[in-house]
């Protein structure tokens, strides 16, 4: 297998001034994941993670951090004197593997392992020394211009260095190069800041390996937007939408019905099954899974949440690290959080809040009320305005309700306290001791009425 004898480095250690931001510019997110996790993983699916190296130094730490699970190699470029600097800091490291040499930038998230094959295979075929992606833009500013003659490339200019007449080019370098390892390491050295940036251009390598009698070849791509590196904060928005896009494509393609998918946001890793119909302004995140034939309401927000088959969550419902199972039903104005279990058949209504919760089979909670660190039992009914009073000003603690409890609208429940199974509290009780099964637990004042006492005040 060619792979097997690919290096691949990813340069990721610049700040991205134009961003404008404290936060390095890999760390910046688009279609839910990081840009440097993108294109790591793309790496990924093209060698295996022992020859996957990323070149670090604004937040290094931070980067390595983020990159932390996936097993990849870090070389750390303390002080960023360009793109060729940041290879020749890799030099004693990377120069030990033979074969290829991937060079990817880390703000460049989009690009797939199909055309980097395609790169490889270009460069490996034609025995160029080096080969590289290119794209034609209406508008290049700001890119390095490729000098082009027919797959064969002259030389790359950069912006800030290019003559009035080469700032005409379109074809622009995309920053993805495949090289032959040892025809690059030969020839690394010969970098020079000779530029009005005072930066080691990586892209002086083109001229130089001409020089010394190479070749260096072009693959031309016609949908720039994959190759395109993000530098500002528009360009990062962009990147986004095109991310959001071809995620929901891919859901609709695979049988979930989505309204208005311009308006809905769902991140790369998100499963969901056949059947479901996602309304506008969904927003649905990070590692959340949503079985057949369920609706997600519009404008609802799920984040790192399973949901079963046939879920019903009605519109601006927030749904965090909870679990909803079959048949569930949630919302409209409902919020599940920190661990909220919602069993199958349960139903949960407007402004109902649940925290470290569950709320057992066919139980429901359909108005106004507030279950913390409860264990709700099955066929449970939850009156309007129950509050568990779960917090004592230091300490947390927990309520339980047997299965077939009806506890009245209005009810406060102090915790810790436990109501027993098919027990029954009065409305608008304050409960502090436990109600043992099957018993009627009543806890407030007993109604007083006066006779005539309105008519006599109106008359006084
Ligand atoms: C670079 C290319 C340009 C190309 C464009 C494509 C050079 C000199 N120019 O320009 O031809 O059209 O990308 O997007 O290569 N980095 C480091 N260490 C450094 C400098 C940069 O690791 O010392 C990393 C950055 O973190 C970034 C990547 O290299 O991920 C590219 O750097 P950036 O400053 O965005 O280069 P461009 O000006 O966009
Ligand atoms: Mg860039």
């Known amino acids: 297998m060619m792979e097997t004898e690919v290096t691949i480095v990813i340069l990721a250690a610049g700040l991205g001034t134009r961003m404008k931001s404290a936060k390095a510019k890999v760390l910046h997110s688009a ?150 390892a040892a025809e690059f390491w030969e020839n690394i050295g010969q970098i020079q800041p000779d530029n009005p940036a005072k930066e080691y251009y990586l892209t002086d390598i083109v001229e130089i390996l001409r020089r010394a009698g190479h070749s260096v070849r072009s693959l031309r791509v016609d949908e720039p937007a994959e190759v395109l590196g993000i530098n500002n904060r528009i360009e990062l928005a962009q990147m986004d939408a095109l991310f959001r896009k071809r995620k929901v494509e891919e859901l609709m393609l695979a049988g979930v019905t989505v309204e208005k998918p311009e308006t809905v946001t769902i991140d790369s890793a998100v499963r969901i099954g056949m059947d479901t119909v996602v309304e506008p302004f969904a927003r649905i995140l990070g590692s959340t899974t949503i079985g057949e034939d369920c609706v997600i309401g519009a404008c609802s927000i799920l984040q790192d949440s399973r949901l079963g088959r046939g879920v019903w969550i009605g519109p601006f419902t927030s749904i965090l690290s909870s679990r909803i199972e079959d048949r569930g039903e949630v919302g409209p104005y409902a919020r599940m959080r920190m661990g909220a279990h919602v069993e199958s058949g349960a139903h949960v209504g407007n402004f109902v809040e649940l925290k470290k919760t569950r709320l057992g089979a066919g139980s429901k909670a359909m108005h106004l009320a507030y279950l913390g660190d409860s264990d709700i039992g099955e066929g449970v009914n939850i009156g309007a305005g129950t509050i568990t009073c779960n917090y004592d000003g230091s300490k947390k603690h927990a309520t339980r309700i047997g299965n077939g409890a009806f506890i009245g609208s209005n009810s406060t429940l102090v915790a810790p306290i436990e109501i027993g199974e098919g027990a029954y509290l009065g409305a608008g009780s304050v409960i502090t001791e436990a109600v043992p099964a099957d018993a009627l637990g009543l806890g407030r004042a007993r109604q007083v009425t006066k006779e005539g006492w309105a008519q006599k005040r109106r008359k006084a």
Not at 48 to 55: A, E, G, I
Not at 76 to 90: R, V
């Open 31 to 180: 279609g839910g994941q990081t840009l440097i996790e993108h294109v790591v993983d793309t790496a990924l699916a093209l060698t295996s993670p022992d020859r996957v190296f990323v070149v670090v130094g604004h937040q290094a730490d931070q980067v390595r951090q983020t990159l932390s699970s996936r097993g990849v190699g870090f070389i750390e470029q303390a002080e960023q004197k360009g793109t060729g600097h940041a290879l020749m800091i890799g030099r004693d490291v990377l120069s030990k593997f033979p074969g290829r040499l991937l060079v990817l930038y880390g703000d460049g998230p989009m690009i797939t392992a199909g055309t980097l094959r395609r790169l490889i295979k270009l460069q490996r075929e034609s025995a160029a020394a080096g080969a590289l992606i290119i794209t034609r833009l209406d508008d290049p500013t700001g890119y390095g211009r490729v000098l082009d003659d027919g797959g064969l490339v002259q030389a790359i200019v950069e912006q800030k260095a290019a003559t009035p007449e080469q700032l005409l080019v379109k074809d622009i370098n995309s920053g993805i190069y495949c090289f032959s």
